[in-house]
Structure formats: C-alpha cells, structure tokens
C-alpha cells in the first residue's frame, strides 16, 4: 500500500472538506462507534494520500459474544463533494472548497467517483442499522479497504446500549 498515505476513522458530525487534512487524532486505530439497539448510526473512513488510485471496500459481520450484526445491516457510500465558489457571510470568509454533499452506494458509484485525486481526500460512509432485537455489547468489525490493488483492514468497534 502506498506508504504516504494515511486512513482516518471520523465520527459522521466532522465534515472533512475534499482538500483538508483530517486530524491525527483520527488516525485509523481505536476505531468506535457508539449505539442504541433499533438506531441508524454513521461514522467515515477518510483515505488521504493515495492520489490517482481507485478504491473499493467490502463489510464483515459486526461480532459479539454470541451473537452478531449482519453485514446486511450495514451500507457503504462514496461521499460526493460539490464544489463551492469563496464567500462571505457577514465577518466570516469561506474559502473556495469541494465540500461533502451526498453518499452515492458504493457499490454503485462509477470508477471515477471511486478514485483518490491528487491531493484530495476520498471518503466511504458507513451507515449501521442496529436492529431492535440487538444484544447490548461489544461488537467487532472490519472494513476491507481496496486502494490501487493493495488491501488494508480497518478494524471497529460498536458498543450497543440497552435503552429499548
């Protein structure tokens, strides 16, 4: 895998524009993600530096002790960035960016909408349905992540409360 770049898991409320760094805290490592049974929860896999190289990923089964979240619960996106023109709202400037806009289905998104550009940023959204019959727990999970014919795992974690 290319050496210089770098996989960030990010909560889903930090918006990464497609020209931002995202920050070291976010280095793919404790990766988790927090839950109630019967919610929708998201987070972000962000992969900077791996310019011109088309990427795809695959999802496991989140497992806990006895029991598992099929990977059927579990939708994977490419972020869409729109550009936006620099402008000014009152004393605050926003800089001319590409920002993130909508989630195409992964599994549906064209070539180009998969490859890294140069200097950008390249994101998949991962969107979770717990289902309301989840056992409360810890869940361990993988995202296969497939850059330019080199594969990475980033492991996870999903802590299902019980509020239900």
Known sequence: ?????????????????????????????ENRIFAVRNEIVDAQVVLSGFDGEVVNAEISDLVGNDTKIGAGCIDLYAEHYTHCRAYADGPILFPENDVPDMLIPLHLAK????????????AIWISIHVPKTARNGCYSGNIRISIGGEKKDVKYKLKVYDYI
Do not use: A, H
Not at 9 to 29: A, H, N, Q, V, W
Not at 111 to 122: A, C, L, P, T, Y
């Open 1 to 29: 895998m290319n050496k210089k770049g770098k996989i960030y898991f990010l909560p889903s409320t930090i918006k990464i524009r497609k020209g931002e760094t995202p920050p070291d805290m976010y280095l793919s490592g």
């Open 111 to 122: 070539e180009e909408d998969r490859s890294v550009q140069s200097g950008k940023n390249f």
